[in-house]
């Protein structure tokens, strides 16, 4: 009993831990036998150079400042805007700790371009360079938790945090040495950092500095991170409600400050990403040309993403990116598109669906509790700011993405797809007042999601001399289906599901009978 009162009344510190011990655990076990990708050999090509001229003492040297000038690396003009320093650290520094940063640094950073490869990194080198990643990966989780917790309550907190963790997509970039664990877990603290100044109703500002700040990290880290502003833009919109009182009004004096904090946001982010990246230091006027030039490179001469285009909202897009996010296609088509690669046959095997079976039911049962809530927008101010956050993350991934078959570049969109999912699975299973049963159910609900992303868990664990390409064909929907343990698993998931409906009727209609 005394075991049970501690866990009760500390149940705000237990959680996060409990998060943060399990998802580490999984993201960090056996680093060695991870697959790996050529974006991580120039990536650690790059952090490798970085900090070993750093343990030199050769600050002078341009490479610290900027790709664009720098001798020791072979790089292409569309690389320089991918060239973070923040995250070179990041990644360099458990390189030095380790005594792995004196490797073949130029020829890594050709891989792409050579024809062959010679002297790639080793597995010592590669893990190094991955050291970090499980970290931020496993802090991810427990922010996403409390983000949750936030907006609705623990519950859905801890929903959320747990389709977060055995998540295919967020297992796999949790243990590599790309760009992704950094923006995401740059992104979602300045998310919850936001969300804390507006915790009262009222605006508080060290907050919204911390959060701006933060944000400029995310973009120092991957500029995708830009999707991530329309939710950012709604939280300080309407922030302010969150707490307000029913019959409230808003003068010009709020609509000032609401100016004022949008302006301020913007301009602390700016700042912040400037101040991490040295080459604004000396020369920031020409720093900000190289940079437009930089981008200008980037969305000429790389393929499968670019400036943000108003030609990406067409239906075929949309429809497209939602069997990459939620269900596969159940007709056979050939989609034609010359100028673009993203389009082919759609079966349904192709394109392959991040996600599982509890996920996408729950996205729509999500979907609908926020369509049908959000009509009172005052009301139900946290629900709008959700649906805000999907609506805006599906429009930039339209706008941004040229392949939709890269799946990292979905991340911000797929985010906002488990949250929502973790929200319809708590508002379904809240009214149902059978208590075991519905413990019985989150735990197949968790189970069911989990298997899948875990289906494959001896090509991400015990593959060390495997390649892997994009599009990411482990813990996909599909191969749930195809696996004989993953397919029952979801099947009885499903039927329990509708022993769960049967329940809710149930009770609905005893609930009517007794109001007559």
Not at 5 to 26: A, C, D, E, M, R
Not at 75 to 99: E, K, Q
Not at 360 to 365: E, H, L, R
Not at 473 to 483: I, V
Request: hydrophobic share 50%; net charge positive.
């Amino acid at each position: 009993m005394k075991l049970v009162h501690f866990i009760k009344t500390n149940s705000q510190y237990i959680i996060p831990v409990i998060l943060f011990l399990g998802s580490f655990f999984i993201y960090s076990y056996n680093l060695e036998g991870q697959p790996w990708h050529g974006d991580e050999v120039v990536y650690l090509s790059w952090a490798g150079n970085y900090i070993h001229l750093i343990m030199k003492g050769d600050f002078s040297n341009p490479c610290l400042t900027s790709l664009d000038n720098c001798h020791l690396l072979y790089h292409i003009p569309a690389y320089g805007l991918t060239y973070s320093p923040l995250r070179n650290l990041l990644i360099g520094f458990p390189m030095d700790v380790r005594n792995e940063d004196n490797g073949y640094f130029n020829i890594w950073a050709c891989y792409w371009q050579c024809v062959t490869h010679t002297n790639l990194p080793t597995i010592s080198e590669f893990t190094a360079g991955r050291l970090l990643s499980p970290l931020f990966g496993s802090l991810t989780i427990v922010i996403s938790f409390l983000i949750g917790k936030f907006f609705f309550n623990k519950y859905v907190g801890m929903i959320f945090s747990l389709l977060f963790l055995f998540y295919d997509l967020w297992i796999w970039y949790s243990r590599t040495v790309m760009t992704e664990v950094y923006y995401v877990f740059f992104s979602m603290l300045s998310l919850l950092l936001l969300l804390y100044a507006f915790k009262t109703g009222h605006l508080k500002i060290r907050y919204l500095i911390l959060s701006a700040i933060t944000f400029g990290l995310a973009f120092t880290s991957k500029m995708l991170s830009i999707e991530f502003s329309g939710l950012f833009l709604g939280i300080i919109l309407f922030g302010s409600m969150f707490k307000r009182e029913a019959g409230s009004t808003f003068g010009k004096r709020h609509i000032s400050k609401i100016a004022l904090s949008i302006f301020l946001f913007g301009m602390i982010t700016v700042l912040s990403f400037f101040l991490t990246l040295p080459g604004f230091y000396e020369n920031p006027l020409h720093q900000i040309a190289v940079t437009k030039s930089d981008m200008d490179n980037y969305n000429r001469d790389v393929w499968y993403i670019g400036y943000p285009t108003i030609h990406g909202i067409q239906i075929k897009n949309m429809i497209t990116v939602f069997h990459y996010v939620v269900f596969p296609s159940f007709i056979e088509k050939q989609i034609l598109e010359p100028n673009s690669n993203q389009f082919g046959n759609l079966s349904l095997t192709s394109p392959l669906t991040y996600s599982s079976v509890p996920l996408s039911v729950f996205f729509f049962v999500g979907l609908g509790c926020l369509i049908y809530r959000v009509r009172k927008f005052k009301n139900h101010m946290q629900d709008g700011i959700v649906l805000i956050w999907f609506i805006s993350t599906f429009i930039f991934t339209l706008l941004m993405a040229k392949d939709f078959a890269l799946e990292r570049y979905l991340l911000p969109l797929l985010i906002s797809i488990l949250f929502i999912a973790s929200y319809g699975f708590w508002n379904f299973i809240n009214g149902i007042t059978y208590h075991k049963t519905k413990i019985a159910f989150v735990i197949c609900f968790v189970f069911a999601h989990s298997v899948t992303a875990l289906l494959d868990w001896q090509k991400f664990y015990f593959s060390p001399s495997t390649t892997w390409t994009n599009p990411l064909s482990f813990g996909t929907l599909q191969g749930s289906l195809d696996n004989p343990f993953t397919f029952v698993v979801s099947a009885i998931f499903v039927g329990f599901l509708l022993f769960m409906v049967i329940i809710r009727f149930r009770e609905r209609i005893h609930e009517m009978y007794s109001k007559l």
